[in-house]
């Protein structure tokens, strides 16, 4: 089993920065990649961006050049930077671990941008 913790989330105007963290413990061997998602109450949960274990990036379109996932393997830990929020940035932010046919899923963090 994984497990994954993110933390990092809050209130923030909008035009700030913020910087997620998602630590994984537990069975963190053979991981294919992590990634971070996001949901609004009563819409699908969107991808935001991944990392696999090569470091190869993936990016959604609507936060291209703003939001940018990195990771340190030593600490088994990925980052979400975001830069420049906007109001429409407010979800609950997801870290997601894919290892083999697996998915873990962490109990997600709370960003809340004002305008």
């Known amino acids: 089993q994984v497990q994954l913790v993110e933390s990092g989330g809050g209130l923030v105007q909008a035009g700030r920065s913020l910087r997620l963290s998602c630590v994984a413990s537990?069975?963190?061997?053979?991981?294919?990649?992590m990634a971070w998602h996001r949901q609004a109450p009563v819409k699908q949960r969107e991808l935001v961006e991944t990392v696999t274990h090569t470091g190869h990036t993936t990016t959604a379109p609507s936060t291209k050049d703003r939001l940018f996932i990195s990771g340190d393997n030593a600490k088994n830990t990925v980052y979400l930077q975001m830069y420049c929020l906007q109001p429409g940035d407010t979800d609950l932010y997801y870290c997601n671990l894919a290892q083999g046919d697996k998915n873990y899923w962490g109990q997600g963090t709370q960003v809340t941008v004002s305008s």
């Open positions: 537990g069975r963190t061997f053979s991981i294919n990649a």
